[in-house]
Antibody, heavy 118, light 108 residues
């Protein structure tokens, strides 16, 4: 059974930093593109960032480019998102998702809430 | 960037009725990379349809997808109580991945 378990969300002040993690199980993690998708309260879905299985390629939404960094540790089946210079508009539930460019977003974690507020 | 426009924004129907949801792309896209997702309140989205018309694992056959080029449709043949939710289309053929704004299917 595929499982994706996110952690690291919380309340952070504007300008602050936060690191999200996602531990994957139930599939060969290193072989699959992974994606972070976020959803602001009451809003739709936005792809934030993606990374290929080998970490050879990364992708970022224009809204987070230069502020967020995606990475993965295939030895630990872990996907990460380092978020910096956080803004109020980054407030959202962040989902860890198996899939990405060329592959449907087949499995989703339960999400972790990030709140940026003073 | 591919822009996906979903219509209607809200669909009010009764259980047992047929639901037809539309997703229009700003330019022609490969149907191989068009997906549909269902999201219920407080839950993560769930993949329903991939490749425009293939049902994901465990998805009931009352859900079907069709379309090509710029126009795609998700049809729910007979609405069950658990089908009232928000539905999103998504293009995953190229970066940036994009989502439509969603269609809410609510009980009439």
């Amino acid at each position: 059974e595929v499982q994706l378990l996110e952690s690291g969300g919380g309340l952070v002040q504007p300008g602050g930093s936060l690191r999200l993690s996602c531990v994957a199980s139930g599939f060969t993690f290193s072989s699959h593109t992974m994606t972070w998708v976020r959803q602001a309260p009451g809003k739709g879905l936005e792809r934030v960032s993606g990374i290929t299985g080998s970490s050879g390629s990364t992708y970022y939404a224009d809204s987070v480019k230069g502020r967020f960094t995606i990475s993965r540790d295939n030895s630990k089946n872990t996907l990460s998102l380092q978020m910096g210079s956080l803004r109020a508009e980054d407030t959202a539930v962040y989902y860890c998702v198996k899939g990405g460019t060329g592959v449907p977003l087949e499995y989703w974690g339960q999400g972790t809430l990030v709140t940026v507020s003073s | 960037e591919i822009v996906l426009t979903q219509s209607p924004g809200t669909l009010c129907l009764s259980p047992g009725e047929r639901a037809t949801l539309s997703c229009r792309a700003s330019q022609s896209v490969s149907s191989s990379y068009l997906g549909w997702y269902q999201q219920k309140p407080g839950q993560a989205p769930r993949l329903l349809i991939y490749g425009a018309s293939s049902r994901a694992t465990g998805i009931p056959d009352r859900f079907s997808g069709s379309g090509s080029g710029t126009d795609f449709t998700l049809t729910i043949s007979r609405l069950e109580p658990e089908d009232f939710a928000v539905y999103y289309c998504q293009y995953y053929g190229s970066s940036p991945l994009t989502f439509g704004g969603g269609t809410k299917v609510e009980i009439k």
